[in-house]
């Protein structure tokens, strides 16, 4: 599987982006995608994903309410829209394609990952 993501950019605080994952390859049926961000100095940590088992969608807590994860199934893309962004939400963010997705956005079994794409936020 491939990806490829896009839109990263620079925002203003408050302000909103949208990030794209275009997947292709075989096996993306038995796949899904989550995305991940990595702040300067910090580890990288889990944002979001889909599960595939019954699409529910996922969001770790600092993101809760500001992005909404979502697909394109026509198109195999994946999204991650991002509104009201705040300045520690400043980091690459990387889409994924894992076997499983659960609570707390717990991508797990991931097989392939996407170029980082950066995103920051500041006035």
């Known amino acids: 599987v491939q990806l490829q993501a896009s839109g990263g950019g620079l925002v203003q605080p408050g302000g909103s982006l949208r990030l794209s994952c275009a997947a292709s390859g075989f096996g993306l049926d038995y796949l899904t995608i989550g995305w991940f961000r990595q702040a300067p100095g910090k580890e990288r940590e889990e944002v979001s994903c889909?599960?595939?088992?019954?699409?529910?969608?996922h969001y770790v807590d600092s993101v809760k309410d500001r992005f909404t994860i979502s697909r394109d199934n026509y198109n195999n893309t994946w999204y991650l829209q991002m509104n009201d962004l705040k300045p520690e939400d400043t980091a690459v963010y990387y889409c994924a394609a894992g076997a499983g997705c659960y609570p707390g956005a717990d991508l797990v079994g991931v097989l392939s990952w996407g170029q980082g794409t950066l995103v920051t936020v500041s006035s």
């Open positions: 889909i599960s595939r088992r019954d699409g529910s969608l």
